[in-house]
């Protein structure tokens, strides 16, 4: 019975986080948990999984299932940050095309 109520408090936060970052970006929940690929929401996911897991009360594969995503790209996401930064790209590609709108 506590570890349900551990997963649901854990749950909730995550959808925190996901609408934080969701909103902060200018993208939606919906699109973030889509299977679209197009730019720059891959970004923006990887940016979810750093931010998920620097909390450090989060498994890999609670933070995937977050994103509709299996724990493995999570992975994936979290050993990206080593030889790319994201979040600057994401900040252009949103500068550039919010000035095109």
Not at 29 to 58: D, G, N, T
Not at 68 to 96: F, M, W
């Amino acid at each position: 019975m506590l570890n349900i109520a551990l997963d649901q408090k854990n749950i909730k936060a995550l959808n925190r986080l996901l609408v934080s970052v969701a909103e902060e970006f200018g993208v939606s929940v919906i699109a973030l948990r889509s299977p679209r690929i197009e730019l720059p929401l891959p970004a923006i996911r990887a940016e979810f999984c750093r931010r998920a897991y620097a909390m450090e009360c989060f498994s890999l594969p609670q933070i995937g299932r977050a994103i509709n995503r299996d724990h493995s790209t999570v992975l994936y996401a979290l050993g990206r940050k080593k030889t790319a930064k994201p979040s600057a790209k994401i900040e252009r590609y949103l500068r550039e095309h919010s000035k095109a709108v």
